[in-house]
């Protein structure tokens, strides 16, 4: 645990991409490679502690900055993958040169002050949670997982090589990969703890708290689970591509397709008028969002389209009906010509 006093945030620079870096220079210091000897490394800048703490944290750094070496303790109640990861955060807290301080409670400050000083220890949480996960999980060895496994075997093997929980592994792989990535995690009653998607995924991610519909993500071009520590963690590939260039449903125009699939759905014509209105805005957007990622085919727009309205509860209907990929090849296919 740290906070800083002052700015925690650089104008254009993103401070959890520079703890990243400062733990890439750390482990090309010290030659060290996966699993990562993490206590080996502390030793080397700060006096370490592993005990039993009757309390709800995982450690503490302290000491920083006052000329004294650090010290850095650790609760030996937590399993050995979460222990590796807490170590391997505290250190950051250590090593990233604008960790200072511990002031979050001070009866001294006004109420602004306060909301600043806890903004800063947050912020300082996730930059000392992005050195950790670097050092641990590096990035150049990571990526070459990425190319040469499913996400669900990377994602085993940072467990088993890399030595860190299966949720901290998930967090940082979901980061890594490319776009059309889906995790999730789901307890016995198949109840979701935890899920999230890859940078530039447009299907939406499953909610927490609710139950992992058996159905989900149905148009995946691959699908696998695993279990680990009493959870399951589900995996889908989402397709990059949909359809041949150029297929545009026989050339159908779209606005007659979604006139028949709508006139199925929806019996009110006011209510008609606005859910089209709603398709029409979400497919404008995936196509406003593809283009500002410069993905311009007609295959990768179609996949983009159909993971969008997927899995979303007010479309299940819609992306379910039997001309619902006619709809969305030739809506894609005017938009190309347009």
Known sequence: MAAQNGTNKVKGVDLCDSARNIAAILLARHGSTVPVDVIGIIKNYAELEIVPIPFQFDGIVLDIGCGARPRIIINSRIPGARMRFTAAHELGHVIIPWHRGVFLDDESLDTSQRIANVDAYIEMERQANAFASELLMPKAWLAQLINEMEASDVHLSLIDQAQVSPQAAAINLIKALPPGHVYAVTDDSDMVLNAGRSDGTLAVAPEWQVQLPSNSYEYAERYRSFKRAGSTYHWWCLPASVGEEGSSASLVDWRTILDEIVGDLVSDQDAAKKFKLKVNGVVGFVN???????????????????????????????????????????????????
């Not at 997927?310 to 001309?323: G, I, L, P, T």
């Open 288 to 338: 406003s969002q593809c283009r500002r990622n410069t993905v311009s085919s007609q295959g990768a727009i179609r996949a983009a389209v159909i993971q969008r309205f997927n899995d979303r509860a007010e479309y299940a209907s819609f992306a379910k009906h039997s001309k619902f990929s006619d709809f969305v090849a030739s809506r894609v296919h005017s938009l190309a010509v347009d």
